[in-house]
């Protein structure tokens, strides 16, 4: 649904796109969230942005308290690009979601931006945390089940690879253009056209 936009996220991120904060994070996140949002009103949407932004501009895996602002920072400038289909509400979610997701006192009273949190808290166990009900903010969240659930949680990310090397390579191909009898020469994962 967003594959430009991941493709923008993924070209400018700071770490291993492997990291705790990384691409499998990012899945993991959409799919709680997901998980989290049935039966409720909260904008799906919002949700797997949040999912995919939230960390990108982390500047390392450890402490970096300014990220969240950081990535609020760059919802703004994707959304003044055009490159964000929200409406100015949703645009206000996503920026408070992104902006406050690591402040556990932060507070919000809007079930979208309560999933994000929640959907990135209950992701903890990557890196040996469990999640504490305290927390968390929805009812769904906090229940034993939905905290194990979250910890078993198993993403098909050669499926999502595939997707996204995919969508990688028909955009590179778009920028190439060529004739029948061009060379193209590849060398070292380059491409380049040698006119014959």
């Given at each position: 649904?967003f594959?430009?936009?991941h493709?923008i996220?993924?070209?400018q991120?700071?770490?291993?796109?492997?990291?705790?904060?990384?691409?499998?994070?990012?899945?993991?996140?959409?799919?709680i969230?997901?998980?989290?949002?049935?039966?409720?009103?909260?904008?799906?949407?919002?949700?797997?942005?949040?999912?995919?932004?939230?960390?990108?501009?982390?500047?390392?895996e450890f402490?970096?308290?300014l990220h969240?602002?950081?990535?609020?920072?760059?919802?703004?400038?994707?959304f003044?690009k055009?490159?964000?289909?929200?409406?100015?509400f949703?645009?206000?979610?996503l920026?408070?979601?992104?902006?406050?997701h690591?402040?556990?006192?932060?507070?919000?009273?809007d079930?979208?931006?309560?999933?994000?949190?929640?959907?990135?808290?209950?992701?903890?166990?990557?890196?040996?945390?469990?999640?504490n009900?305290?927390?968390?903010y929805?009812?769904?969240?906090?229940?034993?089940?939905?905290?194990?659930w979250?910890?078993?949680?198993?993403?098909?990310?050669?499926?999502?690879?595939?997707?996204?090397?995919?969508?990688e390579?028909?955009?590179?191909?778009?920028q190439?253009?060529?004739?029948p009898?061009?060379?193209?020469l590849?060398?070292?994962?380059?491409?380049?056209?040698?006119?014959?």
């Open positions: 649904m594959g430009y936009i493709q996220v993924v070209n991120f700071q770490l291993d796109i492997n990291s705790d904060h990384g691409f499998r994070h990012w899945e993991k996140i959409e799919k969230g997901i998980y989290l949002a049935k039966h409720t009103k909260a904008d799906i949407t919002v949700i797997k942005l949040f999912a995919l932004l939230h960390d990108s501009k982390r500047e390392n402490d970096d308290p969240g602002i950081r990535a609020a920072q760059f919802v703004e400038e994707l003044k055009r490159l964000l289909p929200l409406t100015q949703q645009l206000t979610q920026i408070y979601a992104c902006k406050f690591s402040d556990s006192l932060a507070k919000s009273e079930m979208t931006v309560q999933i994000c949190w929640d959907s990135d808290r209950l992701d903890l166990w990557r890196i040996g945390i469990t999640p009900p305290l927390y968390l929805t009812d769904t969240a906090k229940k034993a089940k939905t905290i194990l979250a910890k078993n949680l198993k993403i098909n990310h050669s499926q999502k690879i595939k997707e996204y090397i995919k969508e390579f028909e955009r590179r191909q778009r190439f253009t060529w004739m009898g061009d060379l193209i590849i060398r070292r994962g380059k491409k380049r056209l040698i006119k014959q």
